[in-house]
Structures are given as structure tokens and as C-alpha cells.
């Protein structure tokens, strides 16, 4: 077996873990209903405070709500996990402090026992909104929908969580915008296993910052998904949709990644994170110090971004070597246009584009601020529109694959450059206490 093939078992067996595992055994996923009807009311506002309401805790409310409801919480920190299941409590709005979250806090803490696992979980329940809150130190999500058709996820700040900060599965359309996310075991933000539908129903992320996370996004078999308006940085990497079997409908398809702020994602988390860190944040070998990158997947548009300052790559593809399901693991029909590197030069990344050619009608620019590239003769770099068999090059897969298992350190393929100051940033590559 050559070297390069047992690379290739190596990191995509990695790769392969069942992301959805990660966040704690839930009940199997089911076939998000679009049937839910809008409740007619009356609606009626359930007040949820420390001293002095009805209600002390935010469940005992949601337990009480009806459809349509509003469930406003008052300052304060609250001890629980909420949960919100099934049709009965569709349309649900769920209402903390949308001008400062931070006055609105579910901490998942419990004394010396395992942190409860999810801040608020919605199951089932369509088109409910989740609206000025933080959620910490919870032992699987910050905030978790599943099985939905619609949802709003706003004005939230999820930080120090096990595995996810604000989470999106087997789920029809949502939102997620106007938030914060940091200092996740995984990904800050997350959208997976996107059944696939005949009238697509997009799903918006907008409007808003991850940093300080293993990943900033992750979405594994993610679809009809526009990432925009954002900001991703000081990651380990950036935005990685990817095609796993470990999740249905892969591979990644149809989605828009366009206007935002990619830098900086050079976290270095194997040696050190300021969030006690878990097996699997570093049992799957993520390559450290990229922007954005496709592995596998389809019809993605990386558009109009501002990628700079990834020691490694601002935007890379490479086929997902090993998925099971053999015809969905190429890389057909995404294009790479009208980025601007660098920024101006003041800011390189490592390398600015990365494709082994693996696929078909991919294409690549024009962009701005290219000037390093692997491979370095550009021959897999078919401009855009294209259509046709790419041109694929072994070298540089191995390559690609070598920067993720091939080095203990996780910088030895590091091409690093002076970054522009920015106000209020500063770079994370190694946490010091």
C-alpha cells in the first residue's frame, strides 16, 4: 500500500467520526414536518424572573405555553436546559434580552456533575424563535433545533460549550443571525444533514462572529445554506462544509458562501484552548490555518469574500477520499470567484488557493490577490465559467492531506506572514493562560 493511500485511510477515518454522536444521544432524527399550521390564538406572554413571577424557571413556562406564545425571561442566570417539544409548542417565541444577551444567561454548570447538555433544544416544533440569550458551559450544545421546518435563532452568544455553540439538524430553512460564537469544542455554528427537497428552502446565516472555536462553521451534508455578512476568525479553521457518512444526504450541496470576513484562523488548539478540551476536538485532524474549505461537495459559490491571513490556505477543495457513498464524493460544479486575497497585500495568507482537480466543472476566479497556490502551476485552477473533468493532481492531494496527518505540530506547513493590526483583535494562534 503506498504512502499516500495510507495517508488517505488515516485522515479520512478521522474525518469520518459521527459528528452527530458528538452532541450526546438524542432521539433518532424524523422527517421535519411542514404541516404545522400557524396558531390562531389568543396569544398570551408567560414571565419567567428569579423573585417575584409565576414562573422561576424558563422550563416551567415553556411546559405551560401554548402555540404562539411568547415566554419573555428576565435578567438572571438560569441553571437548567430547556427543552422545547413537538407541535404543541410551534411558533413559540422565547424572548431574553435581544439589545444585551449577556444579561440573559443559561449556564449549564451542575456542581461536580457532567454539564447539562443543551442550553435550549427545540424538537419538533416549527418556527420557533430563540431571541436574546447566552448560553455557557454546556456539555453538548449552546442552543440546538432538530427535526424543524423553520426557525429564528437570534441576538444569542454561545460559548464554552462541548461540542456546538448554536446548532441546526435535519432541519428545513432557519436563521441564524445577530450572534456570537466562541471557545466551542467543535464548530461555533453548525448546520447538517439538509434533507434534500424538491422547492429548496434556504437557510441564512447572517450577521455574525465565531472565533476562539475548533471550527468556525461546520456542515456536514449541509444544503440550500447562504453564509453571509459575517465574520470568521481566530479559528482552528474558518467555514468547512463537508460530506461524512457518518450524517444522510451527503454530499454538501447548493450552498453560497458571500460578503464575509475570513482571517486569521490559525488556533492551534492542539497545544492548548481556553475551554477544557475534549477527545474529539482533537481526534479528528483538522488542518490548521484555513479560511474556507470544501471537502466534497457540490454547487457551492464562494463569492465576494475578504480571505486573509490563514497561515495555511485561505480557501481549499479536495474530494472526500473515502465516503462510502462513492458518487457523492466528488467535487462538481463549485466556484471560487471574485475573493480578494491578502488584503492588499498587507495580509497573506499562507497559500491563497488550494484544489487537488479532483471532480468536474469547478472553477476557480477571476479573484483578487492570488499568489501562491497549490499546485504552484495553477494547472487544476480551470477559471470560471468552466465546464468539463477538472485536472487532477495526486502530488497535491497527498499534499493536502499530508498538512493534516503528516505533522504532529500542526504549523510545520505553515507559510506565516506579519498581519495588519486590526482594533480590538488580536491573533490567536497559542493560548497562554
Not at 411542514?34 to 409565576?54: E, I, N, R, S
Not at 411546559?63 to 413559540?92: N, Q
Not at 434533507?195 to 456542515?219: A, E, M
Amino acid at each position: 500500500m503506498t504512502q499516500i493511500r495510507i495517508i488517505g485511510l488515516a485522515v479520512v477515518a478521522a474525518l469520518a467520526l459521527p459528528a452527530a454522536a458528538l452532541a450526546g444521544q438524542y432521539p433518532p432524527p424524523s422527517k421535519p414536518s411542514t404541516t404545522q399550521k400557524a396558531p390562531k390564538g389568543p396569544f398570551h406572554t408567560l414571565t419567567v424572573c428569579k423573585h417575584g413571577c409565576k414562573y422561576r424557571t424558563i422550563q416551567s413556562a415553556v411546559d405551560k405555553a401554548k402555540a404562539g406564545d411568547t415566554v419573555k425571561v428576565k435578567s438572571g442566570t438560569y441553571r437548567e436546559g430547556v427543552t422545547v417539544l413537538g407541535s404543541s409548542k410551534r411558533y413559540l417565541k422565547l424572548v431574553g434580552n435581544p439589545k444585551d444577551p449577556s444579561k440573559v444567561v443559561l449556564d449549564g454548570t451542575q456542581g461536580k456533575k457532567t454539564p447539562r447538555q443543551n442550553g435550549v433544544r427545540v424538537d419538533g416544533a416549527n418556527q420557533v424563535t430563540i431571541n436574546g440569550f447566552t448560553a455557557k458551559h454546556y456539555n453538548g450544545n449552546g442552543f440546538f433545533v432538530v427535526n424543524v421546518s423553520g426557525y429564528e435563532l437570534n441576538h444569542l452568544n454561545a460559548t464554552l460549550a462541548g461540542v456546538y455553540g448554536i446548532y441546526a439538524f435535519n432541519s428545513i430553512g432557519g436563521v441564524m443571525e445577530n450572534s456570537q460564537a466562541s471557545y466551542n469544542n467543535d464548530s461555533g455554528l453548525y448546520i447538517g444533514q439538509t434533507p434534500k427537497q424538491t422547492t429548496p428552502v434556504r437557510s441564512i446565516v447572517r450577521n455574525v462572529k465565531s472565533f476562539g472555536n475548533v471550527l468556525g462553521f461546520s456542515g456536514t451534508n449541509m444544503r440550500y445554506v447562504t453564509i453571509t455578512k459575517s465574520q470568521w476568525f481566530n479559528n482552528g479553521s474558518g467555514i468547512v462544509p463537508n460530506a461524512l457518512d457518518s450524517e444522510k444526504y451527503a454530499p454538501p450541496e447548493d450552498n453560497v458562501i458571500t460578503d464575509n470576513d475570513i482571517f486569521w484562523n490559525n488556533f492551534n488548539y492542539y497545544a492548548g484552548a481556553p475551554f477544557k478540551l475534549k477527545k474529539q476536538a482533537t481526534s479528528a485532524p483538522y488542518p490548521v490555518g484555513v479560511g474556507v474549505l470544501l471537502f466534497g461537495g457540490r454547487r457551492a459559490e464562494v463569492t465576494n469574500n475578504r480571505i486573509y491571513g490563514n497561515y495555511l490556505v485561505g480557501v481549499g477543495a479536495i474530494k472526500q477520499i473515502l465516503l462510502k457513498q462513492a458518487d457523492a464524493a466528488d467535487l462538481i460544479g463549485n466556484k471560487v470567484h471574485d475573493n480578494q486575497f491578502g488584503l492588499g497585500g498587507a495580509d497573506l495568507n499562507g497559500r491563497e488557493l488550494f484544489y487537488d482537480g479532483s471532480g468536474s466543472d469547478n472553477c476557480f476566479g477571476p479573484n483578487v490577490g492570488v499568489t501562491t497556490t497549490t499546485p504552484a502551476d495553477g494547472s487544476t485552477f480551470a477559471p470560471c465559467p468552466f465546464a468539463g473533468t477538472n485536472a487532477f493532481n495526486a502530488a497535491a492531494q497527498s499534499e493536502a492531506i499530508n498538512w493534516s496527518v503528516g505533522d504532529p505540530t500542526h504549523e510545520a506547513f505553515w507559510i506565516k506572514h506579519p498581519h495588519a493590526p486590526k482594533a480590538g483583535l488580536t491573533p490567536l494562534e497559542h493560548y497562554a493562560k
